[in-house]
């Protein structure tokens, strides 16, 4: 079994949900990145979710926007950002990591190296914004065959017919993007993610993670409560773009959020 | 070869290019466009609608100028200009706007977005929109919004929205990352009209099959006016909606070389162009597979040229389908040849081009010579050069 598998079955017989955060490889700047990761480990998430910086993140608000500029001011590269997740793995083998990001930099790199280096890095997921499954045979094929999990997106206006596509072709989790537009935006609309939640697990036995949108403890519990985990992006990179000149604060501040969603999606 | 041409697939696929790589919340309503376009692809009613309007209001079909004087002094090939600077706004822009305004008429949209470079293509947008009543934003990269105030100040005066775009390169590609980042956050109300041959599927083949009136009347001018088809065609390549509205109905006419211009920037060579065909490769950026200007790690990098118009990363799938089957060829001028292409066509026939189309002139230039007296050459002459009188006046030192 897959340890995104693994992760979502032992949650769901502890009657708990996933709590995932998305922070961006090298924001702001490589050295950051991984005692974040353990730091958020520590403030109790399940699953890692390291942005691949891209130079034209097309489905992402501002703050994501910035977050992939200021990575790319120190050179932050796919090459590199695996390198981090292998890091991370010296230390910790029981917390998944799944890249999440644009094709691009993954073609560029080549589906097949790409395939084998995720698994040298044991990344355990592989999400890709901009390639549904319609173009993704290859690269799932690839992936699957080395046990990464392939992740897909679902919509407010995915249809019955898009969310089985989903379902045949991913694998781990699907991640229910609960609003239309960019990350970062708004709010969301609890009813409408609760009766768009019923039309997807009708369609897929997979674990449904939510998000954008969601900005604290209060949202993280009632959006948990509808599905299998919770995604935070924007809400914890807004804490390093307002700590910039001082990093252990943004760190602080970031585990703080996690550990009071931790404990509201708990209780 | 000599099946017909038929391309793309049902997908959008030109053989390993073009596609729809976009994300989940954009998946429908690019289906959505797909089933209307295919729609009212053969609609008489909407084809009636759209031929009065690129007769009445457009002012088509543009004249093939057989440009006399030009060819003697280049000592060659006949040289025949696509007037396409005659349209109204300007540029062959407007071909497309009005037909997929049209579609976005039918589709009961009532609020339209563009991205634009120089403008031209924004332009024409704003114009759409004001005829139809509709609202209209229109993203522009900060640093056009500077080198095109002229065409700024035209989409104000339209009723348009401008938005200046901040991120990343401030340019052309950027503007069309915050277009689509207002599509996915306003699908149901607004229409996307992208301005080139890219984006995801169906666009690059909507926007051709729009363009492709320009091609469609230069092959029977010429077999009227020369009595036979032409020998090259020569267009600039930002996007390539120019261009492949120019080839693509002479695609089956095997004798008849198809070459489009790149923009060199400051060469090739110095890294500073905007020539992904001739000096980029493979990879997917905004919706579809071609090819590009990246770095190693498929990071897209700046590009550069004196026309707005043209400095853009990435290509339509479609031209890189061309340019692997060897169907046509594609060359790069620099910001330097560009300009002389600009003041020989100004002096010689009295028609001042707009710098992305100057590019075409040049590569005429150095083309009509080595080709012989009896041999044609259809130019596409895309725009006018009005919009760029700041630009020329700057970069001669001159205050207007
Ligand atoms: C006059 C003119 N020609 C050419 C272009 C380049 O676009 P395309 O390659 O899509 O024809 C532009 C774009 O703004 C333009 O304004």
């Known amino acids: ?267 | 070869m000599t099946e017909k041409y038929n391309m793309p697939d049902e997908r959008g696929h030109f053989g390993p290019y073009g596609g729809m790589f976009v994300a989940e919340t954009l998946m429908l309503p690019i289906q959505e466009l797909n089933a209307a376009y295919q729609q009212y692809l053969d609609d008489p009613d909407f084809i009636a609608e759209l031929d009065a309007d690129l007769k009445h209001y457009v002012g088509r079909p543009s004249p093939l100028y057989h440009a006399e004087r030009w060819s003697r002094t280049l000592g060659g090939a006949q040289i025949y200009l696509k007037r396409e600077d005659l349209n109204h706004t300007g540029a062959h822009k407007i071909n497309n706007t009005i037909g997929q305004a049209l579609l976005a008429k039918r589709m009961g949209k009532t609020r339209i977005i563009a991205e634009t470079g120089a403008g031209q293509h924004g332009v024409a947008t704003a114009t759409v929109a004001a005829r139809l009543g509709l609202e209209c934003v229109v993203y522009m990269g900060a640093v056009d919004v500077a080198r095109q105030s002229l065409n700024v100040y035209r989409m104000k005066l339209l009723g348009a929205k401008v938005v200046a775009v901040e991120s990343g390169s401030k340019t052309l590609k950027d503007a069309l990352n915050e277009a689509l980042r207002d599509w996915v956050t306003n699908v149901d109300n607004t229409f996307y009209i992208i301005g080139t041959v890219a984006g995801p599927h169906p666009y690059p083949a909507m926007v051709r099959d729009f363009q492709a009136i320009i091609g469609r009347e230069a092959r029977q001018q010429c077999l009227d006016q020369a009595g036979r088809l032409p020998d090259a065609l020569v267009a600039c390549v930002g996007g390539g909606s120019n261009a492949i509205g120019l080839f693509y109905p002479f695609i089956d006419d095997r004798s008849v070389r198809m070459i489009g211009v790149e923009a060199a920037g400051d060469g090739i060579e110095t890294g500073r162009h905007s020539a992904p065909l001739c000096a980029g490769r493979p990879g997917v950026l905004h919706g579809n597979r071609t090819y590009l200007m990246e770095d190693d790690d498929g990071e897209i990098i700046e590009t550069h040229s004196i026309s707005a118009g043209l400095d853009y990363p990435g290509v339509g799938p479609e031209h890189a389908w061309l340019k692997d089957t060897g169907r046509a060829q594609y060359v790069n001028i620099t910001d330097n040849e560009a300009l002389e292409g600009f003041h020989s066509l100004t002096r010689m026939e009295g028609i001042i081009p707009a710098l992305e189309s100057s590019h075409a002139m040049a590569y005429t230039m150095k083309l009509a010579p080595i080709m012989s007296k009896d041999e044609i050459i259809i130019v596409c002459l895309s725009g006018r050069g009005d919009k760029d009188m700041q630009t020329m006046a700057q970069r001669e030192g001159i205050e207007l």
């Open chain 1, 1 to 267: 079994m897959s340890r995104l598998a693994a992760t979502f079955e032992a949650l769901s017989k502890s009657g708990r949900k996933a709590l995932v955060p998305f922070i961006t490889a090298g924001d702001p700047r490589p050295d950051f990145t991984l005692p974040m990761m353990h730091a958020m480990v520590e403030a109790g998430v399940d699953v890692i979710e390291l942005g691949i910086p891209f130079s034209d993140p097309m489905a992402d608000g501002p703050v994501i926007q910035r977050a992939s500029e200021r990575a790319l001011e120190h050179k932050m590269s796919l090459r590199r950002t695996l390198a981090i997740a292998t890091e991370f793995r010296k230390t910790n083998q029981h917390t998944p990591v799944v890249l999440m990001g644009y094709v691009n930099p993954i073609e560029a790199m080549g589906y097949e190296d790409f395939a084998n280096a995720a698994q040298r890095a044991d990344i355990d997921g592989v999400l890709t914004v901009d390639l549904p499954p319609e173009e993704a045979d290859e690269c799932v094929a690839l992936l699957k065959a080395r046990d990464i999990d392939p992740i897909f997106l679902l919509a407010p206006n995915s249809t019955d017919e898009r969310i089985k596509k989903m379902d045949a072709a991913g694998s781990g989790y699907l991640y229910y993007v609960s609003l239309k537009g960019v990350t970062g935006a708004g709010h969301l609309d609890v009813a409408d993610v609760e009766s768009k939640l019923n039309q997807i697990r009708a369609n897929t036995r997979l674990p449904v993670a939510i998000g954008f949108g969601v900005k604290d403890a209060q949202t993280a519990k009632t959006v948990a409560s509808l599905g299998d985990g919770v995604v935070i992006g924007s809400a914890l990179i807004s804490k390093i773009e307002a700590n910039l000149d001082d990093l252990e604060r943004a760190k602080k501040e970031i585990v703080e959020l996690l550990v009071a969603m931790r404990q509201a999606m708990d209780n």
